[in-house]
T-cell receptor, first 116, second 112 residues
Framework: DTAVSQTPKYLVTQMGNDKSIKCEQNLGHDTMYWYKQDSKKFLKIMFSYNNKELIINETVPNRFSPKSPDKAHLNLHINSLELGDSAVYFC???????????????FGPGTRLTVL | EDQVTQSPEALRLQEGESSSLNCSYTVSGLRGLFWYRQDPGKGPEFLFTLYSAGEEKEKERLKATLTKKESFLHITAPKPEDSATYLCAVQAPPGTASKLTFGTGTRLQVTL
């Protein structure tokens, strides 16, 4: 059974287009995240939601808008795509924000976005 | 700002040749230090969490240790299937949610 799933796995699009990436987790976790991994494999947090509430919003262009319709889903919409948006985007989830054992994050397989 | 530095950047070992990967960190109050394994084209896979200096965790050929300034991932008698990128991440104290700050990883290749 897939714990954290993302669609699509690959996304190739033209500059200026708008696209969305979807994420679902079946772990019963309360917290979900979006990370960006650049060409040098550096993984950086973008957003986090806890129980559908935005709790982390890093310095990300406002062309990126996360949406969490429920605790099990976190989508990422990107407007007016730019060349520099090309990267692998990972969704992750954790049980919560509490103490030990709640913070381990489990990652999806990633979505490779290529902007031409 | 939290910082994580991993070394070496890349490591090539022969099967059975034990070694250690280093993760140095600076953080204002460590909440947890995490090790992940990432295979090409896949998402990071959780390995260990360490919470306080002196703590150790083991899983098969891997053993993670933690001091106040760094963590080591010891690989004993590695096999080719241990080849992957190993990522270290730190979590800052309460008030910063569950934000993880990652290092750039160590690319490990184990050959026959």
């Amino acid at each position: 059974d897939t714990a954290v799933s993302q669609t699509p796995k690959y996304l190739v699009t033209q500059m200026g287009n708008d696209k969305s990436i979807k994420c679902e987790q079946n772990l019963g976790h309360d917290t979900m995240y979006w990370y960006k991994q650049d060409s040098k494999k550096f993984l950086k947090i973008m957003f986090s939601y806890n129980n559908k509430e935005l709790i982390i919003n890093e310095t990300v262009p406002n062309r990126f808008s996360p949406k969490s319709p429920d605790k099990a889903h976190l989508n990422l919409h990107i407007n007016s795509l730019e060349l520099g948006d090309s990267a692998v985007y990972f969704c992750a989830s954790s049980q919560g924000l509490g103490g030990r054992g709640y913070n381990e994050q489990f990652f999806g397989p990633g979505t490779r976005l290529t902007v031409l | 700002e939290d910082q994580v530095t991993q070394s070496p950047e890349a490591l090539r070992l022969q099967e059975g040749e034990s070694s250690s990967l280093n993760c140095s960190y600076t953080v204002s109050g460590l909440r947890g230090l995490f090790w992940y394994r990432q295979d090409p084209g896949k998402g990071p896979e959780f390995l260990f969490t360490l919470y306080s200096a002196g703590e150790e965790k083991e899983k098969e050929r891997l053993k993670a240790t933690l001091t106040k300034k760094e963590s080591f991932l010891h690989i004993t008698a590695p096999k080719p299937e241990d080849s992957a990128t190993y990522l270290c991440a730190v979590q800052a104290p309460p008030g910063t949610a569950s934000k993880l700050t990652f290092g750039t990883g160590t690319r490990l290749q184990v050959t026959l």
